[in-house]
């Protein structure tokens, strides 16, 4: 096994989506600096469900700013890679006319020379995109282009896996809330766990709140309407 192929099985294991999201997105940016020799930018753009884009991770401010301006713009490699190709190559960013009003910024005011984005997918979902900046004029070559994409394949699922898993920690704290305002509810009223739990979820339903929201305004301290 070659020094890359190496470095990539270890970013496989490192990439497990057994973190969660912002940490395994902050693990991917820096591995692409690491491992592509042209790179010297990395951000992480998550496509939500409202459509908005939004980098969750980023090398440096460059990349911030380069990565916010396509947002703002409605162009660029990273929306071109997310909205139409899933790979997006420019070697020379100043001869590149696709995106003339995020170019005609981003190469004085930011160094941006070349630039790759490679969306980031599953078989379920559209996750957002890989967006690697070069300095360099012709940077990120064929043999980068490959081990961009290998990487973007093991972040995405690692992206998705991370998700599940911050979905799985943030239900988990739900229902901590929800018990916790049910032992207070008992203790203050001293009702039994199955009348204080309806009483919660009543009370959830009039005033057009979540219940976990409601549990939780119990839990710091606040009282119920009527106590």
Not at 96 to 105: A, F, G, I, K, L
Request: aromatic residues 4%.
């Amino acid at each position: 096994m070659n020094d890359l192929s190496r470095r990539m099985a270890e970013l496989a294991r490192d990439l497990d989506g057994t973190r969660g999201t912002a940490d395994t997105a902050d693990q991917a940016v820096r591995a692409a600096v690491e491992t592509i020799a042209s790179c010297t930018g990395a951000g992480l753009t998550m496509l939500h469900r409202d459509g908005t884009l939004e980098t969750v991770a980023a090398t440096d401010d460059a990349v911030l700013k380069g990565d916010r301006l396509q947002y703002e713009l409605g162009e660029g490699p990273c929306v071109q890679a997310i909205r139409d190709d899933a790979v997006v190559h420019s070697a020379d960013l100043a001869a590149d006319d696709r995106w003339p009003r995020w170019v005609e910024q981003v190469v004085p005011d930011l160094g941006a020379r070349s630039m790759l984005a490679v969306r980031l997918w599953t078989r379920r979902d559209d996750i957002g995109a890989l967006n690697l900046y070069s300095t360099e004029v012709g940077g990120f070559d064929h043999d980068e282009r490959e081990t961009a994409l290998t990487l973007a394949a093991h972040t995405a699922v690692a992206i998705a896996a991370s998700s599940d898993v911050d979905d799985l920690h943030a239900a988990m704290e739900r229902r901590t809330r929800i018990g916790a305002a049910i032992g207070i509810v008992m203790e203050r009223h001293g009702l039994t766990q199955p009348v204080a739990f309806e009483v919660l979820r009543r009370l959830s339903q009039e005033q057009n709140r979540k219940l976990h929201e409601l549990a939780g305004e119990v839990v710091g301290g606040g009282r119920l309407t009527g106590d």
